[in-house]
């Protein structure tokens, strides 16, 4: 073998010794980022059994000692959140509670952008901001977060951090009455109710207040009780609407407490007051 062939020879030895060792060394930073993902997670899963016997800070010790570990794991930046936020385990902190909501949410955590955009919408812990609340919102309502979905729907309808858009309001309403926000089917019903964004159509604002109704939604028992005094929607019947407006007035609603005088006075023939 010539010198030239020794040299390549010895070349391609230690192009492959590198190869091997650079492979060994990828095998073992791989083997101990998966150990340290694990240690993570048993971190936040002692956390969570201390949350379920109340001990709080020992809860927040642990989901602290997971973070140090793996800073990125969603989970445990939801969990510091929301003990910042509700003062469990530490003293509550606002600021410190959208600084982890904030990491969860860009990770796409949907609860994180629906806690990050009510924190936007309040001025909690960052300025008060519609149109940053309005993204955050939409951002957890195309996932199918019922709650953001209802929130993105009021923004839409009341114009608050986006334009005034009754269409895009019965939109996520319906989204979120369909998972069952009973506030989402009221709102939804009385959109239907006054033809807004949607045709005007009193069965289908019977069907979502009586869906909301059914679940003890004060507003929406008083308004099913409007429809069944006037027969919109539904077949008129003053007992019935008598019912619903009594549920509702046991609820504190003042207008059904209001309501309720007037039709029973109508039942018993008294002239009404103009007030």
């Known amino acids: 073998m010539s010198a030239g062939e020794e040299q390549a020879a010895l070349v391609r030895v230690q192009s492959a010794a590198l190869t091997k060792a650079g492979a060994n060394s990828l095998a073992a930073r791989g083997h101990a980022d998966l150990w340290t993902k694990e240690q993570a997670e048993r971190w936040l899963g002692k956390g969570f059994a201390f949350s379920d016997q109340r001990k709080y800070e020992d809860a927040f010790h642990c989901f602290e000692r997971g973070i140090q570990l793996d800073p990125n794991h969603v989970g445990l930046q939801i969990m510091l959140g929301m003990a910042h936020h509700y003062g469990q385990g530490v003293s509550q902190d606002h600021t ?14 949907a609860d994180a952008q629906f806690m990050l955009g009510e924190f936007y919408y309040a001025g909690r812990g960052v300025p008060e901001d519609c149109a940053q609340a309005a993204d955050w919102f939409r951002k957890a309502a195309e996932q199918g977060h019922p709650g953001a979905q209802h929130n993105l729907g009021y923004a839409c309808g009341h114009g608050e951090g986006v334009s005034q858009d009754y269409a895009q309001a019965a939109f996520w309403y319906r989204k979120a009455a369909e998972q069952g926000v ?3 089917q009221c709102s939804l019903g009385d959109l239907c109710d006054l033809g807004q964004g949607v045709p005007q159509d009193y069965a289908q604002a019977a069907f979502w207040y009586c869906k909301a109704a059914d679940q003890g939604h004060a507003r929406a028992q008083n308004n099913l009780g409007h429809l069944y005094n006037h027969g919109r929607g539904v077949q ?6 008598a019912d619903w407006f009594r549920k509702a007035a046991e609820q504190g609603h003042p207008g059904a407490r209001h309501n309720l005088g007037l039709l029973e ?5 008294e002239p009404l007051s103009r007030s």
């Open 96 to 109: 410190q509670a959208a600084f982890w909501y904030l990491k969860a949410a860009l990770q796409g955590h």
């Open 182 to 184: 009973s506030e989402a």
């Open 236 to 241: 008129e019947d003053y007992a019935e609407a």
């Open 265 to 269: 006075a109508l039942r018993r023939g």
